[in-house]
């Protein structure tokens, strides 16, 4: 079997998102709520669904403005069940909408999701798994690891001979600075998660 990184640099879908976003850490919470959201549709579904109608679920969701997908009602919901752009879920879709809404009490305990993230981290995949079911709706264990992995907080996005691998370690992305304070190499590091 190939890895992502073999398979993805000449598709043009994948290409892009490999080569520019996956692995690399994240700061900002839009872009973060947008991975989140991504995520919990890609479940059950190919990536490249997802990769398609990002553009559609950029515009369905307000931009991933949080304080304007929390506000979503009953009117809202129905327009995302009737948009073909989406995935027509209504438990992804209300998930979507309450994960805003816990994000908002993020906010106002940490100041944004990528400091909650940052103080609850480093720690085991099976905490963070527990951590995001106590937090967050539709959050099981793939998604969070793909979540997780896909913003730096979890080792194993690319493999080491990737050329992205050294763009992304020139960032040091929170796993990597987990691994180097437990005076480890990341691949002992993963080992633990």
Sequence with gaps: MISYCQAAPAHPYHGPYHDQEYGFPLRDDHLLFERLVLEINQAGLSWLTVL???DAFRAAYAGYDVDTVAAFDEPDRCRLLANAGIVRNRLKI???????????QIREQFGSFAAWLDHHHPQQESDWVRLFRATFKFTGGEIVREFLMSTGYLPGAHDVACPIFARI???????????????????QWRSLV
Aim: glycine share 0%; aromatic share 10%.
């Design 52 to 54: 398609k109608k990002r």
């Design 169 to 187: 370690a020139a960032l040091h992305p929170p796993w990597m600075i987990a691994a180097e304070s437990f005076h480890h190499d990341w691949s």
């Design 94 to 104: 209300d998930a979507v909408i309450e994960n805003a809404r816990r994000l908002l």
